[in-house]
């Protein structure tokens, strides 16, 4: 009797068996994969528009000639600071206020004289705004603790970062 080519149940049963097994670990290496993704997506929009944050503070700063006080608030978790810079004033004056502040936790640029800017983006809570001011002689400068994190407070993908960074003005 001649044996016919093809299989049998039992090796159907092993095959479907292998390729579950196969299909179930890829899914879980990819599901692994995303979430891996979204976390360093999430750190990568934290550092960068941390990085906005003080480079565009910082650079104001330098040009600045003075803080001006009476609408900085210092040491609070939703600090404000405004300075008197001569860096981009309006095209009939030779200088102009420009201030920081935090609001339902976007921290914000606002020219005298023009609409307030964003400096953090839609997936960045800002939870600290913490502003000191520094003097030592007639010499003034800032130092900035800014918090900020996801807008998922728990959880595997939910990030938190602190930074520290301080300034001296400068006053051309």
């Given amino acids: 009797m001649k044996k016919e ?8 049963v092993i095959y479907i068996g292998i390729v579950a097994i196969l299909s179930a670990a890829a899914v879980v290496f990819l599901s692994a994969l995303m979430r891996g993704y979204a976390v360093v997506r999430a ?27 009476p609408t900085s608030t210092f040491g609070t978790s939703a ?10 004033p309006p095209a009939d004056e030779t200088f102009t206020y420009v201030d920081y502040y935090v609001d339902n ?34 010499a003034e400068g800032i130092r900035v603790v800014l918090a900020v994190g996801t807008p998922l407070t728990s959880g595997p993908l939910s990030r938190s970062f602190s930074w520290t960074g301080s300034t001296t003005l400068r006053g051309y």
């Fill in 5 to 12: 080519a093809g299989t049998t149940l039992i090796e159907f």
């Fill in 43 to 69: 750190e990568k929009q934290l550092s960068q528009d941390t990085a906005v944050v003080f480079e565009r503070m910082f650079n104001e700063a330098r040009h600045a000639r003075l803080i001006y006080t």
């Fill in 79 to 88: 600090s404000q600071v405004s300075f008197r810079t001569g860096l981009n």
């Fill in 105 to 138: 936790a976007v921290l914000y640029e606002k020219r005298e004289g023009l609409n307030p800017i964003a400096l953090t983006g839609a997936n960045t809570r800002v939870t600290n705004f913490n502003v000191t001011r520094l003097t030592a002689g007639s």
